[in-house]
């Protein structure tokens, strides 16, 4: 079987992480926890950024550092790379750079038996690090539903359930009531529509042409992209090596256009609206190591004048 390329994934989770970071704190570690600071996740020495990494007050009023990484690919019945020794490794990382062991957790979307093997731990020697897994399929969908946090709405479809329709139609009825601006809305629906389609590629575009919602997804160069093999094949079977080399120019396409949808997120929420000519400048840009330089300066930089210096 092919490797199936997750960084479109990546991108989705990263910038749902990074735009409702307080969802997710208050989804792994409680509503008493109090969010402090979003950090830099790049691991320099190995150019690796790691999905989600905040700094936290516990409800017993320490600071603590979260980090969170989202795993998607499965190949040939074992994961992809040894996620004990990454998880080890960014652990180190952020002890080396921010002076703290992190909590660590490790959510696991796919209900395969590599997942399911998968220990919480890594042990070598006399280096152990322990962190939670979080497997979503085990996850009771009506908790985060009941939560108001619509910022895990993407995840529940992925979460225990044996009506993926129910679950999407609940997530929808969930992410229209809460979310005011339309612009916002589409973009989590993108995102809710993208991960569904790791259970049912198929249901998934049914369900929402069927909901006069493609219309409105397909405003938004995320999911114009991201969507693209999903649309496809609910609608055409055969010509498989034909679409499997659209499907890879598609990829390369859509990870230049989820990073720059990320970073223009990114700056919108952290330094206000993005000016015409600085967002038509950044949607040019097609190289994804420069886009990923950028989403770190938009984190770090305090303006948007600081940011057009260091772009």
Excluded at 189 to 200: E, I, K, M, Q, W
Aim: charged share 25%.
């Amino acid at each position: 079987m092919a490797e199936t390329e997750r960084r479109p994934f990546d991108t989705s989770l990263q910038g749902l992480a990074a735009l409702y970071s307080q969802h997710f704190l208050t989804w792994l570690r409680g509503p008493q926890a109090v969010w402090q600071q979003e950090l830099n996740s790049v691991i320099v020495a190995q150019q690796r950024r790691a999905d989600f990494l905040i700094r936290y007050i516990d409800s017993e009023g320490q600071e603590r550092l979260l980090h969170v990484e989202f795993q998607t690919v499965v190949q040939r019945g074992g994961v992809r790379e040894d996620l004990p020794t990454r998880m080890a490794t960014y652990a180190a990382f952020v002890l080396n750079r921010y002076g703290q062991v992190p909590d660590q957790v490790l959510v696991l979307l796919q209900n395969t038996a590599a997942p399911r093997r998968i220990p919480d731990h890594f042990a070598q020697g006399r280096m152990r690090v322990e962190y939670q897994i979080v497997r979503l399929w085990e996850q009771d969908p009506e908790v985060s539903l009941a939560s108001g946090l619509v910022g895990l709405m993407p995840l529940v479809p992925l979460m225990r359930s044996t009506d993926i329709e129910a679950s999407l139609t609940a997530c929808v009825e969930v992410i229209e009531s809460e979310i005011e601006s339309q612009q916002e809305r589409n973009e989590v629906l993108a995102v809710t529509g993208l991960l569904a389609s790791l259970r049912d590629r198929q249901r998934v575009a049914e369900f929402f042409r069927g909901r006069s919602l493609m219309n409105l997804l397909q405003q938004t160069p995320l999911f114009q992209e991201l969507t693209r093999d999903i649309v496809l094949e609910a609608e055409q079977r055969g010509e498989q090596r034909g679409e499997q080399r659209g499907e890879q120019r598609g990829e390369q396409r859509g990870e230049q256009r989820g990073k720059i949808y990320t970073l223009l997120r990114l700056l919108d929420r952290r330094l206000g609206p993005v000016p015409d000519d600085l967002r038509q400048q950044l949607q040019q840009i097609a190289d994804p190591e420069h886009l990923e330089r950028l989403i770190d300066a938009a984190v770090e930089s305090a303006t948007l004048d600081e940011f057009r210096t260091g772009l």
